[in-house]
């Protein structure tokens, strides 16, 4: 699993890194976090989302030499990670077979993709949010592009999307609407909307390997993962 933590894509805020990967492994799963660019550095979310795509392609193409499955390669976001993670399972190609770069010759497509309160709707009108996403005069084909219930194909991966009625940062409307179009699309999906925790609650603990201590969304993320094959 690869994990993309969150920050409005101007920060990559730490609990929803490391401690997100600690407790994969702790599950079994091997898991990376991926350092993408930043708004806060004059990058836009086009270019940002190319480090997502990268990400899946190079661990993809190390499989073999780093002892994983190299059909069994998710991506686990948070808010703006969440975003990316639904960026990635909706805008993937199969690679270049041609490409001099060997990575670029691997498939971008995640076998599956948990969404932690991520942010979808970015087709709802925002001035402020779209031009620090996109710049100034952005098109409406570039509006497009980042708004993944607007992508969904038939072979998007499976997803498991939760998301808490209490969040007022991202609301629950862009899990539902995710879930959506996912269901349209005839996409095998799982929807858990929980009653509490604010946004960025992450793990909702301290110790990413104590089951105890955590929100139950990681329990019932476990067993999903197990029903996908990528957990024993």
């Known amino acids: 699993m690869i994990v993309f933590p969150g920050g409005g894509y101007r920060s ?8 997100f990967a600690e407790w ?20 836009k979310v086009p270019t940002i989302f190319l480090d997502g795509a990268r990400s899946i392609r190079t661990v993809r ?29 909706t805008q993937f190609d199969a690679g270049k077979v041609d490409a001099v770069d060997t ?5 971008s497509r995640p076998d599956l993709a948990v969404l932690c309160y991520g942010f979808i709707l970015f087709d709802v009108p925002n001035a402020e949010r779209e031009e620090r996403f996109l710049g100034p005069g952005a098109t409406p084909e570039q ?34 609407a995710f879930a959506s179009a996912l269901r349209a699309a005839k996409v ?7 009653r509490d925790g604010k946004h960025g ?16 969304w990681t329990r019932d993320a476990a067993f999903w993962l197990k029903e996908q094959r990528f957990l024993k």
Not at 33 to 41: G, M, N, P, Q, S
Not at 148 to 163: A, E, G, K, M, Y
Not at 201 to 216: E, M, N, R, S
């Open 12 to 19: 990559l805020a730490a609990h929803e890194g490391a401690p």
């Open 24 to 43: 994969l492994a702790s599950q079994g799963i091997a898991a990376f976090v991926l350092k993408y660019r930043l708004t806060t550095a004059d990058y």
């Open 61 to 89: 193409s190390h499989a073999s030499e780093w002892g994983l499955d190299a059909q069994r390669i998710g991506v686990i976001g948070s808010s703006a990670g969440g975003h990316l993670a639904a960026m990635c399972v």
């Open 103 to 107: 990575i670029e010759r691997a498939s």
């Open 143 to 176: 509006k497009r592009f980042l708004s993944p219930r607007l992508n969904v194909r038939s072979d998007t991966p499976p997803c498991f999307i939760w998301q808490t009625n209490e969040d007022d940062k991202v609301v629950a409307d862009n899990a539902l």
């Open 188 to 194: 095998p999906f799982d929807l858990h909307i929980y």
């Open 201 to 216: 609650i992450g793990l909702g603990g301290k110790d990413p390997t104590d089951p105890a201590k955590l929100h139950p």
